[in-house]
């Protein structure tokens, strides 16, 4: 089955430093993956949607120089926290999917950054 | 824009008993998914529906992209399924994914 990975669970970083997750497709082609934050007490926000061989669109209030997102192919796609604040903690939660009409959005368990 | 309701915000149950979480969307919807985010904060699929209803074990799940609602029923609630409930949906021929603003359920001996 469709299964999606997302690593690390649970990470911590000091305020100022970045940090990278991951996020890992099996079972099927992410023809698409969107990266979301649910920050304490809020529901998720939609940070950017990537598309292979398409630009990667950010949402307002977030922007490639402090999410640089990278999609080299159809089953990985990574995303930074660059200069990481206590407003960035949450947790990070990586959204894929397939193309050819498929609308079928799988999801990982989600990175949950602390930072200090 | 796009919004989904999700109701109630918070639940409270007796081991045993059952109740329904319900998410009302403000324009059409391709499908829903429901999640479970556990103590840990780990996200876990529960249901994946883009028409009619799923069971799995004392879950239930329906949809009804026509009247633009999502219904996520427990029956015989266990301690271990406290935690915080989410419905997804993608939005009719975007990729852009609303989510609702979660229930949390409380179960209690």
């Known amino acids: 089955g469709a299964l999606v990975y997302q690593y690390p669970r649970r990470t911590i970083c000091k305020s100022g430093t970045s940090m990278r997750m991951e996020c890992q497709a099996v079972?099927?082609?992410?023809?698409?993956v969107a990266w979301y934050r649910q920050s304490p007490q809020k529901t998720f926000e939609l940070i950017a949607l990537?598309?292979?061989?398409?630009?990667?669109?950010?949402e307002q209030n977030f922007t490639q120089e402090k999410f640089p997102i990278s999609h080299p192919n159809l089953s990985f796609s990574s995303m930074t926290v660059l200069n990481a604040y206590l407003e960035d903690r949450g947790l990070y939660l990586c959204g894929a999917r397939t193309g050819g009409g498929q609308n079928t959005l799988y999801f990982g368990a989600g990175t949950r950054l602390s930072v200090l | 824009g796009d919004q989904v309701e999700q109701s109630p915000s918070a639940l409270s149950l007796h081991e045993g008993t059952g109740s329904a979480l319900r998410c009302n969307f403000t324009?059409?919807?391709?499908?829903v998914q429901w999640f479970r985010k556990n103590s840990r904060g780990s996200l876990i699929n529960l249901f994946y529906?883009?028409?009619g209803t799923k069971e799995n074990g004392r879950l239930k799940s329906a949809f009804d992209s026509k009247e633009r609602y999502s219904t996520l029923h427990i029956r015989d609630a266990q301690l271990e399924d406290s935690g915080t409930y989410f419905c997804a949906a993608p939005r009719t021929g975007g990729y852009k994914v609303v989510f609702g603003s979660g229930t949390r359920l409380l179960v209690s001996p």
């Open positions: 324009t059409t919807m391709r499908a």
């Open positions: 079972g099927f082609q992410a023809t698409s």
């Open positions: 529906l883009a028409s």
């Open positions: 990537s598309t292979v061989n398409s630009a990667i669109k950010y």
